[in-house]
């Protein structure tokens, strides 16, 4: 430390230059850190139930499932199901939805004489004229244990419409567009989302909202407590800036080494000014009781040679306590977090 810290204040331009540097570069590389939903990801490959979805999600195409729910008390009348065809038609139309099933275009298998017919549930042409002929249709639906409890809720007023989606689609953003266009059309019914998809979708927002409130408030925070502690604009400016910085590069390499943001990896920027903090306090506490030499270069390298070993040391301790995650840790989430 005695020779290190003497070397940087020799070379303090190009020091902060280098920093200003990959500050700059890592912050735009930010722009491409993505954000995990996928619970199953927070798992091992060999955990039996990331392998049981996976099977599921192969075979059967589950996880892919986005349903969407339509609550209308007058769901049997020509305008209640002209609803739910249009909304039909405008989810079909959703970039990244590859179907979608509902009652008013799933075909209907009926067995009459012998025969089999086969056709629309619900015939858009040839809609009943009457009060009595919707009862009839409803009922008719009802008795079909294809639609009840599926397709159409026990007292008729709630139906589902199944989004397929695309395999490569970005579900997150599928299942945005699929809230857009729903929402777009003024509905008269109530609308309710749900499966897979929808629930990575809501962990998204939530992780990107944590650090849109949690970053600015741990800071503000941050700053009236050195504020309050050195009643100086460096005391305050100084100890922030490090740690954003910091915060900045983790971020950034966050980003190139493919590490994604997750509900446990959203935090890292609060702890990393939270923690990071101490280190320039306890620099500048130092430097601030530290005799007066009137030069603040030989101060700062006195401050440095004096209290570096000190940082090093609380540093590498931090930095153990984060590895132990790495190693110890069963979810993958926790392992990315360390």
């Known amino acids: 430390m005695k020779k290190l810290a003497p070397f940087i204040l020799a070379h303090r331009k190009a020091v902060v230059l280098v920093i200003i540097v990959l500050t700059l ?6 722009k491409d850190l993505r954000v995990d939903p996928d619970i199953i990801n927070y798992l091992p490959d ?155 979708q809501a962990i998204s927002e939530t992780i990107l909202g944590d650090l849109k409130i949690l970053t600015p408030v741990v800071s503000l925070l941050i700053i009236l407590t050195l504020y309050l502690s050195f009643r100086t604009l460096n005391g305050v400016i100084l100890p922030l800036l490090s740690v954003l910085v910091s915060a900045v590069w983790t971020l950034g390499l966050m980003s190139l080494v493919n590490v994604p943001l997750t509900i446990i990896t959203d935090v890292i920027p609060v702890i990393l000014i939270a923690v990071g903090s101490a280190y320039g306090i306890h620099v500048l506490n130092s430097f601030y009781q530290s005799p007066s030499t009137g030069n603040a270069i030989e101060q700062a390298g006195a401050t440095l040679q004096k209290i570096g070993i000190a940082l090093l040391l609380a540093a590498v301790t931090t930095i153990a306590g984060f590895v132990s995650f790495i190693f110890g840790s069963y979810l993958t989430m926790i392992q990315q977090f360390g």
């Open 46 to 200: 060999t955990d039996p139930v990331v392998k049981l979805s996976s099977y599921i999600n192969q075979e059967y195409g589950g996880n892919l499932l986005a349903m969407v729910a339509l609550e209308n008390p007058d769901l049997f009348t020509p305008a209640g199901l002209q609803e739910l065809a249009a909304l039909t038609s405008r989810l079909e139309q959703v970039e990244g939805v590859l179907s979608v099933t509902s009652l008013t275009n799933i075909l209907d298998i009926k067995g009459e004489d012998g025969f089999i017919e086969i056709g629309p549930a619900i015939e858009l042409d040839y809609l009943p004229a009457t009060p009595a002929g919707f009862e009839e249709l409803k009922t008719y639906l009802l008795s079909k244990k294809l639609y009840r409890g599926k397709l159409l809720s026990e007292d008729a007023t709630t139906t589902l419409l199944i989004c397929r989606l695309q395999d490569d689609t970005d579900q997150v953003r599928t299942t945005r567009a699929i809230i857009k266009a729903a929402e777009e059309m003024d509905l008269q019914g109530q609308l309710y989302y749900g499966g897979l998809p929808f629930y990575q």
């Open 25 to 30: 570069v890592l912050g735009y590389c930010i």
